[in-house]
C-alpha cells in the first residue's frame, strides 16, 4: 500500500462540479476566432502546413454579427500531462467531419482518438485524421494540434454539472439512456498547449469556407489534372509507358496524366530518387515523348532513403532516428534538408517535365513506420512527425512547382488539417467501392481532397460502376500498378466506360470553376450533403454549385436518392426528376444518376482526349423552366500567372437555353478570353 | 512557413545511430532487475497493485548465474514527451504475452498500444494491457507504467544500426522483406518516466513465476470458489433466487456460487449499492437461507455511485470530474475514500455473508467511460486512471475480505499487471468460443485470470461446448444474466453438461493443489503451451502440472492437438493416446479431450454438490506404468489461517497405482489432515 500513504500525505484536489475555466478568444480573422489553452507548441498543423490567411478572400464571406458559438462556456485547462478544450453543444446539434471518414455523416455520440494511419475500418485511424468538425448550427471547430487528440464528440458528463439529465434507474425504467445527453465537445491532447479555432457560418458550407480561406484557400489545380490518370504497372519501362499511353489514344480513350510506379526508380524501397538506367535509359527523352503526345508524367515515391542514393550523403545529418523499410526519413523540418530535396525534385523531375509526384506511405501502419517515440533533428517526436509528415511533403513539392511557375496536382497518403491548399488528392490501398463513395463526401468536411481511384474488378459491371466513380471525385484515376487493368479490358464494357471518361473531359469548365471556387472562395468542390441542407446521406453528393450525383453499385439494378429543395432534371437527358423528395432511380449500365437544379448551367466543352488541351467552344447546358445562370471562371490553366490577376470570372445567362450572354465580372486582368464561341443548349424541361 | 524560420534559428540536432543510452540496471530481487527511464513516476501497475514482493518464493526459484539480457544493450531516453525503453532481441527468439490477447500466440513483429477497454477484437484494447512480454529464451519484462503504452515488439529498424539487414530493391529482389528483421523491443509511454523490470528464468515459466512472486504472489481461492457459479438473470428476486439455487440441488447439479445481477441494488447504473427493498425486502434472511443451503452469494455490481445512494454524500469530495453513466467516480486512490468503500461492502454485504463481488465496467468502451483528460483528486488523469481503475477494486475489496478474515473470489472486467495476487477472474461480454479459449491461455501470460463464462448457445451441442470450456477456466460460470440458460435448458442435453460440472468438483483436491502453487510458488494454474515447451497452440492448454486439456467447438466432430514430450493417457479412459505427436481425436458430445502426462497422479473426490463441502477421501487416479507421484496442498479451504502456516503439503506417491503413500512434505504447521481415506485407482497404461 505504498502509494495509499504517499498520497495521504498529500493535499487532496477536491473534485466538484468544475468546467474548465474560460479561454481567452481573440478574433484573427473575419469570422475566425482562436484561443490558446496552455503554451503554444512549437508545430501545429497549420504552422506545419505554412498556413498564411487569405484575408481578402475572408473579407468577402457573411459578415458575423454574433459570435458563432456562446464563448462564455468554451474552456480550456491543463489536467496532468493533457492539454484540454470544452466547447459547448447545444441539444440539437449535429456534427459532421472529424477526418476522412469512411462510414456514416454524423459524428456526435462518438469519440475519436485521430490519428494518421493507413486507413482499414474504424473511425479513429485515418488518411486524414483533420481534428476539424462542423456544426449543423453553422460553425465550425478546428483543434489546431500536430499531437494525436482525443475528440469526445458530444460525449461524457461532468460531474455534478446541472445541465445533466436526470439520473434514471436501469432495473426499472424503460427510459434509462445507455449513453446521456451531454452538452460539450471535449478534447485533448498529451502536451503542453492546445490551439483552438473557431469559424463562424452562418452557414455549415460558409464555417468550412472560412475555414479554407484560413488555411490560405483550396488548391488550384492545371486544367490537364482535371483530366483522366492512368498510372501502369510497378516495373514498366519507357517503351512499356510508351506504348500504354499511344493505346490510349489509338482506342480514343482521354488521358492526361500517366502515372508511374516504383520502378522508375533505380531502387525502391527504399529509393534512389533517380531514373532507372535500366527501365528508363534516356528520362529527357521519354519526357520529350510524353509532352509531346500531351500526356503528362506523375512519379511515384515514398520519403525513404537508400543508403545508394545521392541523396544519402548530403542528407545524412537530417534523418529521423528510426527508418522505413531501412530507408533514411528526411526531415523536412529542417529547411537544409527541404532544399535538397526541392533541388532533386528539379533536377530529375521537373526540370525534365515531369509534372507532379504520388507521395506513398506517409501515413503510417505501425509496423512499418518509425515508432511515435522516434527522434528528428527538427524536434518533432514520431507521432507529431506523423502526423503532419504527408503535410510537409506537400508543402515542398508545392513550393518546388510554385518557384518553378508551373501548376502541379498529385497524390498523397496521408494528409491533415491545414492542406486545402494543397493541390494532392488522398488515395487509399483499401478498395471498398461504398467506403470510396463516402470518402468521396467526407473529404470536403476534412479540407483534402479524395481519389476513388479504380484499380480492377470482380466482372464488366463493377469495372464501369468504379470507373463511373472515378470520374466523379477529386482526380478522376484508373490506378493498374498491381492489376494491369487498362479501361478497356473488359470485353462489351469498353464503350460506357469511355462514356464515362469523356464525361469527365466534357464538363472541365464546369469543374475548373469549381475548382476557382475552391481557392479564390474556399468552397468545396465536392460537397457532402450535410454541408448542404443537413441530408446525412454519404451515397451522394454535390459536385459543384449545381450537379447531384448518386453513383451506382455494382449488383445493383436501381438506387433512391435525395432531391433537395428545387426541382431536379437528369444531367443527360434533361428528364424531370423530382422535387425535394427522395426518388428511385434505374440507370442503364452506361448512365451515372446526375440531376441539375432548375435555372443551373453546366458549361461544357465537347469531347477531347487531353483536358488540358485548349478548348475554344463552350456548350452550356440549361436545365429547367426558369431563366439559368451560372458562375464560369478560366485562366492559362498552367501557370501561377492568375495569382497576378491573369485570369477572369463570368456569368454566364440565358431566358430559355437556346441564347443568352457571356459577361465578364471581374475586372483589372489582361486575360484574354479563350472561349471564342459559344453553343446554347436548353436540356431540361418539366413539360 | 513560420515554422522553418523558427527551426532555422534553433541548433539542429543531428540524429545518426543513437541507441538509447544504456540504463542503470539493479537487481532489486533474486533474478528481477529493475531500471528508471527519466523520472519514477507518481504511480505505476505496482504501485496501483499495492505489490509487496514475495522474497521467500523468490528465493525458492533456480539461482540466476547470468544475466538475463544482455543489460549493456538495455536503453532508455526521454524524447520530448515520450519516455523510451530499448531492450535487446535476439534473432531466433519468439515473445509471448502483452495481455489478456484474444488471437494467436508469437507477438514478434507486432505493435500493441496497450489500453484498457472492453475487448472488442483488436490487439491494443484488452481487458488485461498488461505489458508484460516473456521471451522464448526464458525472461520476461515488465513496463511498470500505469499509462497507455506502445509496444513495438520486434519491430522497427534505427537509422544507421549496424545490425540492420542489408538493404534490397523492391523492384528486382524477390528477396525484399516488408518487416525487416529488428534487434530490440522498443517501448514508450507519453510521460516523464518509465520503470522497466526484467524478470530471469531460467525457463520462460521460471520468468512468469518470479514475475507473480514479484507482485506478492499468485491468488488463493477458497475452495468453494472452485466450484460451479451461476448468475441469475437482472431483476431476479429474493424467493427467485431461492428457488433457482434449489433447482440446482433437486436437479443435481453442483452450484458453490449464486451470482446476483444489478437487480440486488435498490437502482443501478448508477449504483445505490444497497439491497433494492422490493426485490430483497429481507437481505439478512436471504443470505441466512443461501448459506445454509451451501451456495455462496456474489453481487455484481459497477463502481458508479448514484446520487440517491448513501454512498454519494460521504464520498461527494472523492469523485473524479466527469461521471459514468451519470455516476459518480470514487477516487480510490484517496484512502478515505476506499475506506468509506470497504466499510459499506463490509456493512451491505460481508458481513451478511456475501462472498464476492463481480465488477462490471471498470474497462471501457470510450463513449462509456470518463475522457483521457478527467481530473481525479488523488492526481491521476483518466487515461491513467483507466489503466488501473480495475486494479484498485480488486485491492480494496481483497483487503476488505482478508480484514474479515474470509477468503473471496471475484470477478472483473478490467485488471492489469500487479494483480496477480488478487482472487479476481476477468470476464468479457464477447462470446467468440475460439477467442474464449485463446483467453484460457494468454491469462497466465498476462498475470491474471480468466472466466470462459457460458451463457446461451444456439443448440445442445453448442452448450455442452460451451459448458464444458467453462469448467476448464479460472471460474466455471453459466452468466444467465441476460438470456435466463439453466445448464439444463437444452433437452436431451442435460447428462453431458451435468458430466462437465462434476467433473469440476472431482478435481478439487488438483486445482486446489495448482492455485497454491499459483499463490506460494507464482506458477500460473493454466499454462499457455508457449510456456511448457514454446508451442504456439492457443486451443490447448496445461490445466496445473499434468493434465492437457483441449477443449472442442460446436460443430466439429474431431480436433487435432498436439501431446509434447512424455507419454499421455486419455484422462477418464486411461487409454494410451500418443508421445511428443499431434493426434486427432474424435471425442463423444459427453467427453472433454483430457490428457494425463505419464507418471502424474490426479489427487480427486468423488462428486459432491459443493466444492465448499467437506471431503474426506481422496481418489488418486494413476496414469502410465512407471511409478506416480504428485503433490497435494491443502488448508481449511476458506480462511487466511494458511498464511500463518495452517496448511500442509504433502507428496503422493504410488508404485503402481493400486496402493500408494501420502507423505506431509511441510514442516511446522498445526494443520490436521482432512483427508482420512485415500482410494488409488490405476487408470491408465500403455499395455
Redesign the interface.
Known sequence: ????T???A?A?????Y?PPPTLKWQQVAPGVWRAQVGKKE??TLL??A?SVPDKPGLAKLPKVTEAPIPFEHAGGEL????A?ASIPLSKDEKLYGLGLQMHGSDRR???Y?LRMDHYSSGKDRLHAPTPLYISSKGYAVLFNTARPI?I?AG?????GDPA??T??????DPN?D???ASDAV?A?V??GGLEVLVFAGPTPLDAMRRYSLYCGGGAMPPKWALGFWHRVP??FSAEQAESEARQFEQRNYPLDVLGLE??W??????GSFDW?PVRFADPAGFMKSMTQSGVHVNLWENPYV???SRLFEPL????????V?????P?L???AA?QIIRDHHKQVGVDLGVSGYKIDEVDGV???L???????????????MRQVYGVLWQRELDRLFHDSGKRTFGLVRGSNGGASRFPFAIYSDTYDHREYVTGITSAGLAGVMWCAEARSAANGEEWVRRMQTAVLSHIAQLNAWSDGTKPWSFAGYEEPVRKAMQFRIEILPYLYTAFAQYHFEGTPVIRAMSLIDGGGETDQYMLGDSILAAPMFAGEKSRKLRLPAGRWYDYETGEYAGANQVIEVTPALDKIPLFVREGALIPTIAPQLHAGSPASTLIVRHYGDVPGSARLYDDDGQSYDFEHGNCAWYKLTTENGSSGQKTRTSAGSDWNDAYHEIIWRHIGSKH
Open positions: 500500500m505504498i502509494l495509499v504517499a498520497i495521504a498529500a487532496l484536489a477536491v473534485v466538484t468544475s512549437a508545430v504552422s506545419a505554412g489536467v496532468e500531462n493533457h484540454v455520440g462518438g469519440v482518438h482525443a469526445y460525449v461524457g458528463n461532468r460531474q445533466n439529465p439520473q434514471r434507474d436501469r432495473n426499472t434509462w445507455p449513453q446521456p471535449e485533448s498529451q502536451a510497378l516495373s516504383p520502378g526508380q533505380s531502387s525502391s524501397y527504399p532507372s537508400s543508403e545508394k545524412h545529418t537530417y534523418f529521423g532516428s528510426h527508418t523499410w531501412l530507408g533514411a526519413v526531415d523540418n529542417v529547411p527541404a505501425d509496423v512499418w518509425w515508432p511515435d517515440h522516434a527522434r528528428f533533428p527538427s524536434g518533432l517526436p514520431g507521432d507529431e
